[in-house]
Each structure stands twice: as C-alpha cells, then as structure tokens.
C-alpha cells in the first residue's frame, strides 16, 4: 500500500512569511494527524482530525498556525507568519481510528525559518 | 497529562552486542505502546506495537515489552548491526488516540 505522502519535503522562509504543507493520509485512514518535531525533540501533536473534524487542536498555536481537511482526506497546515522557533520537521501521521491499530507517518517537511 | 521519558538520551555499543532501551510513561491508563526507528533527516518508521493486554512483541532481533503498573516498556535489539544506528522513539497512546514521544535514543553501532 502507498505510504503517507507530504509535501514538500524542504522549505526555507524568512521570518513573517507565510509557508503550507501538504499531507495525503493513507486511503482509508479516518484519523490524520499533524506533529511537530524540534530539532532533538520528540514529536508533540499539533492537531488530530477524525475524518474531517478536529478532534484534538490543543496544542495548535492558533494565532498563527491553521489545518484543514477537506473532505476527509488531503489535509493542509499553514503557518503565517512564520517565526524563527517554528523552524522543526513537520510531520504527518495516519491511521485507521481504531486504538488497535498502529500509526504511519510521513516522512515529513522540514522547515527552517530565517 | 502523559510524559514519556527515554534512557540513555545516546548509546553507543560495538557491532555484535546486544542492547536494553528504556521509556517510561507517568499515566499508566493507555491503550498501547508503539516503538518507531528514526533515520536522519526521515520520518518515523514502526518498529513494534504492543497492545496494553500484551506483555511483549517480537520482529526479527527486536524484543519490546510493556509493564503497565510500572509504567515501563523496554526495546531489546539483539546482536546489533551498523545498520541499527538510528534514533529510536518509543510513543504512549492515550484514549483520545493520541501519541505522546519521548525525545528518543540515538544508537550508534560500530562496526
């Protein structure tokens, strides 16, 4: 089966400009998943859809930060303005919903902001 | 709210030995513990899933256990190869469907 796609996989932005990834989940997977992950950091969840609902947006710096799931399926997030901390590896996760089933992620964007 | 701890932060073994990563969990209430191997610059790729009913899961060379009261899981890698050396994150999985990482060990093998 194809894997979760994302894209791109690079960027490079100046501070205060605006930047979007994109995340296609594997076909079937209800629950998508956004994360963050700091240079020698674990990832920390962003946001959780279930099929194109927000289940879990926390920890989603909503000032600046903004996803999207249309037709719950592709997923977007969008950072403006950027700034110089969110510079880290986004990631993208799927899976099937259930918590008997494990996660596949992306292989994720990473950005650096300047 | 879940904190996951991983030690050693950094490890590094000759070619042939057999290693013991460590992560422990402070809400022993979840649902499975999953370990994923990490390469530079590269996503996560799922080493093993242990449901929360479970006491250990086998791939290959790689051994994970899971005592819940103790709030412990452990990834055995048995004879290790360079090709291990990588940064391996183990993720609690709460009820809300939810990971919670810890901040990985990074393995070095030499040959």
């Known amino acids: 089966e194809a894997g979760v796609a994302q894209s791109p996989r690079y960027k490079i932005i100046e501070k205060r400009q605006s930047v979007a990834f994109w995340c296609n989940p594997i076909s079937g997977h209800a629950t998508l998943y956004w994360y963050q992950q700091i240079l020698g950091q674990g990832p920390k969840l962003l946001i959780q859809?279930?099929?194109?609902?927000?289940?879990?947006d926390s920890q989603l710096p909503k000032d600046r930060f903004s996803a999207e799931r249309l037709k719950g399926v592709d997923s977007t997030l969008k950072i403006q303005p950027a700034k110089l901390e969110d510079s880290a590896v986004y990631l993208c996760?799927?899976?099937?919903?259930?918590?008997?089933?494990?996660?596949?992620f992306g292989s994720g964007t990473r950005l650096t902001v300047v | 709210k879940q904190e996951v701890t991983q030690i050693p932060a950094a490890l590094s073994v000759p070619e042939g030995e057999n290693l013991v990563l460590n992560c422990s969990f402070t809400?022993?209430?979840?649902?499975?513990l999953q370990w994923f191997r990490q390469d530079p610059g590269k996503g996560l790729t799922s080493l093993l899933l242990?449901?929360?009913?479970?006491r250990e899961q086998t791939s290959g060379r790689l051994n994970a256990s899971l005592d819940k009261s103790s709030g412990r899981s452990t990834l055995y890698i048995a004879a290790s190869q360079p090709g291990d050396s990588a940064t391996y994150l183990c993720?609690?999985?709460?009820?809300?469907?939810?990971?919670?990482f810890g901040t990985g060990t990074r393995l070095t093998v030499i040959p």
């Open positions: 242990i449901q929360s009913s479970q």
């Open positions: 996760a799927s899976s099937f919903g259930s918590l008997n089933y494990g996660y596949t």
């Open positions: 809400d022993s209430a979840i649902y499975n």
């Open positions: 993720a609690a999985v709460t009820g809300a469907n939810n990971l919670f």
């Open positions: 859809f279930q099929n194109n609902g927000v289940v879990d």
